[in-house]
């Protein structure tokens, strides 16, 4: 796992996510695309050259007094299959295990009524992506930040709207229930009201979710969502799996 040191703007690289404390990153990628990690190097990532969103993310890490950030973007190197391979069967592990997730929803003005039934807050694009259901599932803590990286509240005193909206239980958000109790059929509801930009992630983005491992192929079409299915088979008994 590759950290982002807030202090010194190096890359730092951990091998048990468990023993750090980092903050990490929850956002939806810009369709203009995203600083990448090739373009942070060499290191370290001076503030001229790293994107306002990474300097943001390091800023605000470093104010809660977090020393190491993860971000998807700039910490993985997406040109290496086998790296991207390996960083998406941990990021379960990597969201959960951090000390604090840090969202940020570009599509929300910081004076949103994030309560009220058309806020911004419940439309956010955030909570129709495939990556960002384990994205909120598995940290324990998360602070929400508006467009200008403003904070909005917190998964707990926004328990019961992001409930609402995502359809999961409140049990589960604030972590008083495991997701392995939660029956496969559910955890597929959840999934299917929200979309990925390449199919394959359909069935990648919910590894951690389903607590499996496979190999990704991207090319390989909605071959992906088959295999995911005969992964869970071979770690469950829950036959509501064959709802779907």
């Given at each position: ?30 369709e ?11 290191l ?31 910490c ?6 086998a790296?991207?391979?390996e960083a ?14 840090l ?48 904070r ?55 590894m951690?979710?389903f ?27 829950d ?6």
């Amino acid at each position: 796992m590759r950290l982002l040191d807030t202090n010194t703007g190096q890359f730092r690289t951990v091998h048990d996510p468990r023993k750090e404390r980092y903050a990490i990153i929850s956002h939806t990628w810009a369709e203009e695309g995203e600083q990448t990690y090739h373009s942070c190097s060499p290191l370290p990532v001076r503030p001229h050259r790293a994107g306002r969103d990474i300097r943001m993310a390091c800023c605000l890490a470093a104010k809660i007094g977090m020393e190491l950030v993860w971000m998807d973007s700039c910490c993985i190197d997406q040109d290496s299959s086998a790296e991207l391979s390996e960083a998406i069967n941990s990021m379960y592990e990597w969201y959960e295990c951090s000390t604090i997730c840090l969202v940020f929803l570009s599509d929300v003005d910081s004076d949103d009524d994030l309560n009220a039934p058309r806020s911004q807050f419940r439309k956010s694009r955030w909570h129709s992506r495939g990556w960002t259901l384990q994205e909120l599932i598995a940290p324990r803590y998360h602070i929400f930040y508006s467009r200008d990286w403003k904070r909005l509240g917190t998964k707990m005193s926004l328990a019961r709207t992001l409930a609402e909206v995502t359809g999961i239980d409140r049990v589960i958000l604030n972590h008083e229930m495991s997701v392995d109790h939660v029956s496969v059929a559910q955890r597929m509801f959840w999934a299917s009201r929200r979309a990925t930009t390449r199919v394959e992630d359909q069935a990648y983005a919910l590894m951690g979710i389903f607590g499996v491992h496979m190999p990704t192929i991207y090319g390989e079409g909605r071959k992906a969502f088959i295999r995911l299915q005969e992964e869970i088979l071979r770690h469950t008994y829950d036959q509501t799996i064959f709802a779907w």
